[in-house]
């Protein structure tokens, strides 16, 4: 009946999937999700190019093929925007402000020509003077417009670039100075500020990189050096003095301190380090100074990975965002026919050509759907990057809008619900030819290899009462069972008192006297006999029961504890933490049997769980929450949304931002539609100006923007 079981891979074997070898750049001057699709296919076009995906929620390019930066750089260029390798200076380091913000420094010159212009206006000078005046500030505002407009008809897309040059040319046309003047200076400057708010967004994670020091100081033959991080290999000695980030991953060999892990974890309360204990690059050593043996390269670093999967998370498309594009496809070139047949069509029938045009040019800033198309992606990024920030990984829109659905949460109890520290309480001796010591020291012998945090409870137990325990061969686990080896020649089993029933065919009296206590029994027997019995105390998380009202007070109707454990174990942690629903004694099969079980009762069903022996259970529920994933590359790998730390609490403070943030993108998009719709309207009967087309979708991809990044600040409850 037992089956060997595959352990978790060592860390170096599970790699994030960067879909083939994926090199990342930053894109600069996207205004739109239309102008990261030009500068896409752009890139596309290159030789060589096998993928290229430009997102604009995060301003980056991730691209796969046999191509040079330089190439792909000068492409972004043509396009409009700038590019550079992601991790590289900005291009404009170094550079004097005039060239590195032409942009904004242009537009803000449009504005004071504008006025200018305006004031000349109503100061009655010459027509002339004011015309001028108001063109110049129209090419000084618009050029970089007109530059990413006609790049982007060479790869014939209709982004709002060409929108707005196209209403600013054709008010001119018509004589509209002063129209044309005002769209392209409002349209430069609602999309500069719109810029400005969304790159607070986007730069959350390039700061969390910027935890990790550059330089690290290494010991070699008992000397300090200062060097590269990039240059120190695993198993090279780090000093971290007090005050000092961490440079690596890795294993503290010498000293203590307590380290503020806020960086990976966004927890800030210090936590202890001592010998034996795992740091990590970028978190921050408060008073001892450590000695730190790497146990990762620079770029393997739980951080780096962690920036890298919210990265791809912010600019993973949400299922509402595919609904929105494709409407945008559609709506985009429909109403630009309508604003030509909106000319065309009067005109041809004796209309005045003056009168159709001007409305046309309101239809066809109209056309643009800016907000719409950037209401759900900015708020993904903004929520994706705030929940970083507090050590809460989700994966990206789709588990975002997953988690907000959910009614009903599975939650693990050992290492969930409970610390997953079990200690030793107590033996009970059946076997007459063994004593305590020696019925612990098979045990434990037995448990070597087993990585179960009742295996390490034993472990723990036999090394504090100096017992030598020996090595056991031909070992095997059954998950949620228990273990079998050889020990000293003895072929042994440990278990669950469901396998001592399996095993022996019935159950000591003794076994239940212990479980009455609500302790976890491990079971030490041989053949058909039991030998010992060992009573493990595991203690209830401190923040439990409060994490369990938080979800309910988050709207989760339904909170069911699943665990392998017995029965009265369960009741009790069940008791403690104000679970009311629990199932005990579920091998894993079962576990995941319960998980769709619920599903089909509640709906979506988000399960919690230390995500390795749990995992089929995680992977069959919708949302598959890790705990403590700052420690599991596994966890943080497949989960879909990972808990750093080992906190509980985070998981409701997940589910409510991820309520939040759906509440946030369905105003974004039903606001967005209802303000295009009156525009629509309007327009053909002449009853809105371009300046208030312009100043409406500005305003509104605005507002849209700033709503999002409300989702950066995460409310804890
Ligand atoms: P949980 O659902 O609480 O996380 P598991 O599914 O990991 O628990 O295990 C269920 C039960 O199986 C444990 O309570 C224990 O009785 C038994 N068990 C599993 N692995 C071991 C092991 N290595 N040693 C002893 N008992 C084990
Ligand atoms: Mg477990």
């Known amino acids: 009946m037992f089956q060997p079981v595959a352990r978790e891979p060592p860390a170096d074997e599970v790699e994030p999937d960067l879909g083939g070898e994926a090199r990342r750049f930053r894109v600069e001057g996207m205004d739109c999700a239309a102008c990261a699709r030009s500068a896409e296919k752009a890139v596309a076009a290159l030789p060589g190019v096998e993928r290229a995906e430009v997102s604009f929620g995060t301003a980056s390019l991730r691209l796969v093929g046999a191509v040079d930066d330089a190439a792909v750089i000068a492409a972004v260029d043509r396009a409009g925007f700038t590019a550079r390798r992601a991790g590289?200076?900005?291009?404009?380091?170094?550079?004097?402000?005039?060239?590195?913000?032409?942009?904004?420094?242009?537009?803000?010159?449009?504005?004071?020509?504008?006025?200018?212009?305006?004031?000349?206006?109503?100061?009655?000078?010459?027509?002339?003077?004011?015309?001028?005046?108001?063109?110049?500030?129209?090419?000084?505002?618009?050029?970089?417009?007109?530059?990413?407009?006609?790049?982007?008809?060479?790869?014939?897309?209709?982004?709002?670039?060409?929108?707005?040059?196209?209403?600013?040319?054709?008010?001119?046309?018509?004589?509209?100075?002063?129209?044309?003047?005002?769209?392209?200076?409002?349209?430069?400057?609602?999309?500069?500020?719109?810029?400005?708010?969304?790159?607070?967004?986007?730069?959350?994670?390039?700061?969390?990189?910027?935890?990790?020091?550059?330089?690290?100081?290494?010991?070699?033959?008992?000397?300090?050096?200062?060097?590269?991080?990039?240059?120190?290999?695993?198993?090279?000695?780090?000093?971290?003095?007090?005050?000092?980030?961490?440079?690596?991953?890795?294993?503290?060999?010498?000293?203590?301190?307590?380290?503020?892990?806020?960086?990976?974890?966004?927890?800030?309360?210090?936590?202890?380090?001592?010998?034996?204990?795992?740091?990590?690059?970028?978190?921050?050593?408060?008073?001892?100074?450590?000695?730190?043996?790497?146990?990762?390269?620079?770029?393997?670093?739980?951080?780096?990975?962690?920036?890298?999967?919210?990265?791809?998370?912010?600019?993973?498309?949400?299922?509402?965002?595919?609904?929105?594009?494709?409407?945008?496809?559609?709506?985009?070139?429909?109403?630009?026919?309508?604003?030509?047949?909106?000319?065309?069509?009067?005109?041809?029938?004796?209309?005045?050509?003056?009168?159709?045009?001007?409305?046309?040019?309101?239809?066809?800033?109209?056309?643009?759907?800016?907000?719409?198309?950037?209401?759900?992606?900015?708020?993904?990024?903004?929520?994706?990057?705030?929940?970083?920030?507090?050590?809460?990984?989700?994966?990206?829109?789709?588990?975002?809008?997953?988690?907000?659905?959910?009614?009903?949460?599975?939650?693990?109890?050992?290492?969930?619900?409970?610390?997953?520290?079990?200690?030793?309480?107590?033996?009970?001796?059946?076997?007459?030819?063994?004593?305590?010591?020696?019925?612990?020291?098979?045990?434990?012998?037995?448990?070597?290899?087993?990585?179960?945090?009742?295996?390490?409870?034993?472990?723990?137990?036999?090394?504090?009462?100096?017992?030598?325990?020996?090595?056991?061969?031909?070992?095997?686990?059954?998950?949620?069972?228990?273990?079998?080896?050889?020990?000293?020649?003895?072929?042994?089993?440990?278990?669950?008192?469901?396998?001592?029933?399996?095993?022996?065919?019935?159950?000591?009296?003794e076994l239940g006297e212990l479980e009455a206590g609500g302790r976890t029994v491990v079971a030490l027997g041989e053949g058909d006999r039991t030998l010992a019995l060992f009573g493990l105390e595991d203690t209830v998380r401190p923040q439990a029961a409060a994490a369990v009202q938080a979800l309910r007070r988050a709207g989760v109707e339904q909170i069911t504890m699943l665990t392998g454990d017995a029965e009265p174990v369960a009741r009790t942690v069940a008791g403690r933490t104000g679970v009311t629903d629990w199932r005990a004694g579920l091998l894993p099969e079962a576990k995941l049997r319960a998980v769709e079980e619920l599903q089909d009762r509640h709906g979506p069903v988000a399960m919690v769980g230390d995500g390795v022996n749990d995992a089929p259970a995680l992977a069959a529920a919708r949302v598959g929450v890790a705990m403590g994933a700052a420690g599991s590359d596994v966890a943080l790998q497949s989960a879909d949304v990972a808990l750093m730390g080992d906190r509980l609490d985070r998981l409701p403070t997940a589910v409510s931002l991820a309520r939040r943030t759906s509440g946030v993108m369905r105003f974004n998009v039903i606001a967005s539609l209802i303000v295009k719709g009156i525009c629509v309207v309007l327009a053909p009967f002449g009853l809105i100006s371009l300046v208030v087309a312009v100043a409406a979708d500005m305003g509104m991809s605005l507002l849209v923007t700033l709503n999002a990044l409300r989702l950066l600040r995460v409310r804890e409850d």
């Open 88 to 509: 590289a200076a900005p291009t404009g380091a170094g550079r004097p402000f005039w060239r590195r913000d032409v942009r904004s420094i242009s537009t803000s010159a449009s504005v004071v020509l504008l006025f200018v212009a305006v004031a000349s206006d109503l100061a009655a000078a010459p027509d002339r003077a004011a015309r001028a005046l108001y063109v110049l500030s129209m090419v000084v505002g618009g050029w970089p417009i007109a530059r990413a407009a006609v790049s982007a008809l060479r790869h014939r897309s209709l982004d709002m670039n060409v929108l707005m040059a196209l209403a600013a040319v054709g008010a001119v046309g018509i004589g509209a100075y002063a129209e044309g003047a005002w769209v392209l200076v409002l349209f430069a400057v609602g999309t500069t500020l719109e810029t400005f708010a969304l790159d607070r967004g986007r730069r959350s994670m390039e700061a969390l990189m910027e935890l990790a020091p550059a330089r690290a100081r290494v010991l070699v033959d008992g000397e300090e050096r200062t060097v590269d991080v990039e240059s120190v290999a695993v198993g090279a000695h780090l000093v971290v003095r007090p005050g000092e980030r961490v440079a690596l991953d890795g294993e503290v060999v010498g000293g203590e301190s307590s380290v503020d892990q806020a960086a990976i974890t966004g927890e800030s309360i210090p936590v202890d380090k001592r010998p034996g204990d795992a740091v990590f690059a970028g978190t921050l050593n408060a008073h001892g100074a450590l000695t730190v043996q790497a146990t990762r390269v620079a770029g393997q670093s739980t951080l780096s990975k962690v920036a890298d999967l919210v990265e791809r998370a912010q600019a993973s498309r949400a299922p509402s965002e595919r609904f929105i594009d494709a409407f945008a496809r559609i709506y985009t070139p429909v109403v630009f026919v309508a604003a030509v047949a909106l000319t065309a069509v009067p005109v041809l029938l004796g209309g005045e050509l003056e009168t159709w045009l001007y409305r046309s040019l309101a239809l066809l800033i109209v056309a643009c759907p800016c907000s719409l198309v950037i209401s759900v992606p900015v708020a993904i990024v903004s929520a994706v990057g705030g929940a970083a920030r507090r050590g809460i990984l989700v994966k990206g829109g789709q588990a975002l809008e997953d988690l907000a659905a959910v009614r009903a949460v599975a939650v693990d109890k050992t290492g969930t619900l409970t610390a997953g520290t079990p200690a030793l309480g107590a033996i009970v001796v059946l076997d007459p030819a063994l004593d305590e010591a020696a019925a612990l020291t098979l045990v434990a012998s037995l448990e070597g290899p087993s990585e179960h945090p009742l295996a390490v409870a034993i472990a723990a137990a036999a090394r504090t009462r100096g017992l030598r325990p020996a090595e056991a061969e031909a070992f095997l686990a059954s998950p949620g069972q228990g273990v079998e080896a050889t020990v000293a020649g003895r072929r042994l089993w440990a278990g669950s008192p469901r396998l001592v029933v399996a095993r022996t065919g019935s159950s000591p009296l």
